[in-house]
């Protein structure tokens, strides 16, 4: 098989699948995947899906590798409150939501970790357009939140809520004070809701 051929093949999708390969032809040779790989023409995502080394400078593009070597999911979390500058941390890794199993994977584009929920809770994304054409899957600031208060259960009294150091201006300004009621109500939680409001109480909102 020849590179070039696969190459043009393969390179507008950015992320491409072992089953997308075999599709395409059947009697594909796996090894070419390892060669071309070593070679540094490749880039092994996870098991089964690669990317080309071309997309290593494109911006935004880790983040829609997130989106697509896992799915269903949205990015939430760590990552989408430090996007939006509610946390004032930087985030090593690319946090998302899932129905999956939890999960983490690492490669060239950086750490991915996958946080498991219930089907019902994969709402509350907006689709972000990024390069290409293409778009991210990218929570919205009060369904990350939620999120967080969710599945960590140790924000629980007010000496964790502040350890958060919530940025209180964009809570105070930009966060939809009814919108996360709304979203609180439909995980259908009590632990949460209790978390919720120890928040609202923590921040004065």
């Known amino acids: 098989m020849d590179f070039l051929t696969f190459k043009e093949r393969f390179f507008q999708l950015a992320c491409f699948s072992t089953d997308q390969v ?5 009697d594909f040779d796996r090894n070419n995947l390892i060669r071309w790989t070593k070679k540094g023409h490749l880039v092994r995502l996870r098991q089964g899906y690669y990317t080309f080394s071309e997309y290593k400078g494109k911006a935004d593009y880790s983040l829609y590798f997130a989106n697509r070597i896992y799915k269903p999911s949205y990015i939430s979390l760590h990552t989408a409150l ?9 985030v090593v890794q690319i946090t998302s939501i899932t129905t999956l199993k939890t999960q983490s994977f690492s490669n060239d584009f950086g750490e991915y970790a996958y946080h498991n929920v219930r089907e019902d809770l994969m709402f509350g994304y907006d689709l972000k357009p990024i390069e290409g054409n293409r778009n991210l899957q990218f929570a919205k600031p009060e369904k990350a939140l939620l999120d967080l208060l969710y599945l960590y259960a140790f924000y629980d009294n007010e000496a964790e809520m502040e350890e958060l150091r919530l940025d209180e201006d964009y809570l105070q300004d930009d966060l939809d004070t009814g919108l996360l009621m709304e979203y609180g109500r439909r995980f259908k939680s009590n ?15």
């Not at 949460?192 to 109480?201: A, E």
């Open 82 to 90: 430090a996007f939006y500058g509610i946390i004032p941390e930087a």
């Open 191 to 205: 632990a949460l809701q209790r978390r919720l409001d120890l928040m609202r109480k923590t921040y004065r909102l």
């Open 22 to 26: 075999y599709a395409w032809q059947p």
